[in-house]
């Protein structure tokens, strides 16, 4: 279930005292990644959860870094505060032991916030470092909450609080709505590093949810956004939701844990999304990487855009994108019916048009064609272009039907199934892009035998 008005709760802390542990403990599952590398988390990561029948958004943030700062630190600190000021409630995580003074500065940052602070001190498992833990009575806090995240001690206790703390705000529960039954389509953000993805997100959900710099590889957990966007061709409006992912490099040069974690979760978010926005230079233009990531998505029966981004910096002629387009559908054989969009992620040029093709997109991926309808046109291709009628490759197909829709996935049944050739399978595929509507999305196609029908 989906809601709308939902209180938000704000995990914060230094590095590495187990936000993220704590966050998908809270969530029932592995959200963000956990390393014991300091500083792992950066883009707030976000996430519906349920703690009792009470739904609520649970974010984590990325960690308190007070001395020896890197520019990408400052950042990280700007949008961590930028998130606990919108919160109704904030978890305040310190790590059991000795109160440092970066322990002390950070509370004292969070002054202002008293009111939503709930204070929790973590890796307090069997009762390690709580009599240090208590010193932080001193700070004037009138309850502290001692907990294991990665053992789930008193957990519990803390959610029971969280509850209490957003009924004492007077919190009003009636005012959360369930989303309606719109279709809600959801978009990743594929590509190498520093190709754009977070600027572009950023600019569709009209928010600075992920961080962007020029550094490559900024962005390591997923980041979830969601806009509506309404136009000439879509008057009653779109809803999306955007997903920003780490930028996937070659395996080769994926050399820190964290990375390789990263990589896997902008992989998997193939599953999650309905189309792929696959974020190209346009300077540097295809690589081999980009290849493999249009493969993948090819694969699951995901929509595809190839949006050659940073154009603003490339002539501005018919004869460069041209060119451009030319060389992407001869680097990519099987794929020219996935768009190709020029788009400057940074000024907003050619948005308008990612977002109108993702939306004929998706219509085209929900097309179910009836049994009846489809096994028609069926008849008409074998008539227009039989089957070879050779001793060995000679073959009837005797049905079709279309197993699923998003993925667009037919199946066709056939008297001998060794001897159906690719050649044949691309004319059946292309006929289906062509007469019956799916000129825009990739058709998944399975060959059985005949006889397995029966």
């Known amino acids: 279930m989906k809601y709308k008005k939902l209180p938000t709760v704000v995990l914060a802390g230094r590095p590495n005292v187990g936000k993220s542990t704590l966050f998908n403990r809270l969530l029932r599952k592995r959200r963000a990644i956990t ?38 630190d400052k950042l990280v600190v700007e949008k ?52 240090d833990a208590w010193n932080v009575l001193q700070f004037g806090f009138e309850k502290v909450l001692m907990i294991s995240a990665e053992h789930g001690d008193n957990v519990a206790e803390l959610q029971q609080e969280i509850l209490k703390r957003l009924e004492i705000l ?16 959801r978009i990743a953000l594929l590509g190498k590093p520093n190709t754009g993805k977070s600027t572009l997100s950023n600019r569709l959900t009209g928010a600075n949810a992920s961080i962007v710099t020029d550094i490559p590889g900024t962005t390591r957990d997923t980041v979830e956004g969601s806009f509506s966007w309404k136009s000439k061709e879509c ?3 779109q809803d999306f ?19 390789y974690y990263s990589v896997n979760r902008a992989i998997k978010t193939i599953n999650d999304a309905d189309i792929i926005v696959l974020m190209i230079d346009a300077q540097e233009g295809l690589s081999d990487q980009d290849k493999k990531i ?18 603003d910096v ?27 969009i020029p788009v400057s992620a940074k000024d907003g040029t050619g948005v308008g048009k990612v977002l109108n093709t993702a939306i004929k997109m998706y219509k085209q991926l929900n097309i179910h064609i009836g049994t009846g309808a489809l096994n028609a046109a069926l008849e008409k291709w074998i008539q227009e272009s039989p089957p070879p009628s050779g001793p060995k490759t000679r073959f009837k197909i005797k049905y079709a039907v279309q197993k699923s829709a998003n993925p667009v996935h037919f199946i066709f049944f056939v008297s001998r199934i060794q001897a159906v050739s690719d050649p044949y399978i691309s004319y059946l595929r292309n006929r289906l892009r062509k007469d019956l509507g799916f000129s825009l999305v990739p058709i998944l196609i399975d060959v059985k035998s005949s006889s397995e029908k029966k």
Not at 317 to 340: C, L, N, S, V, W
């Open 35 to 72: 390393d014991p590398t300091p500083g792992v988390t950066r883009d707030p990561v976000e996430a519906d959860c349920l703690i009792g029948e009470k739904p609520l958004r649970l974010i984590d943030t990325g960690g308190f870094k007070l001395t020896d700062l890197e520019p990408i």
């Open 80 to 131: 961590t505060l930028e998130t606990i000021k919108k919160a109704n409630i904030v978890v305040l995580l310190l790590e059991a032991g000795e109160i440092t003074s970066e322990d002390e500065e950070l509370i004292g940052i969070m002054r202002p916030y008293r009111k939503k602070l709930i204070v929790v001190v973590n890796k307090t498992e069997g009762g390690r470092h709580q009599a």
């Open 170 to 185: 007077k919190f009003d529960f009636s005012k959360i709505e369930e989303d309606d039954e719109k279709q809600i389509i």
């Open 235 to 237: 008057p009653a409006g």
């Open 241 to 259: 939701i955007i997903l920003d992912t780490a930028g996937i490099r070659r395996k080769a040069k994926v050399t820190e844990n964290i990375e």
């Open 294 to 311: 249009a493969a993948l998505a090819h694969d699951k029966g995901r929509g595809i855009i190839l949006a050659l981004n940073k154009w």
């Open 314 to 340: 490339m002539p501005q002629d018919k004869y460069t994108f041209k060119t451009a387009e030319d060389r992407i559908h001869f680097q990519f054989g099987q794929m020219e019916y996935a768009p190709i």
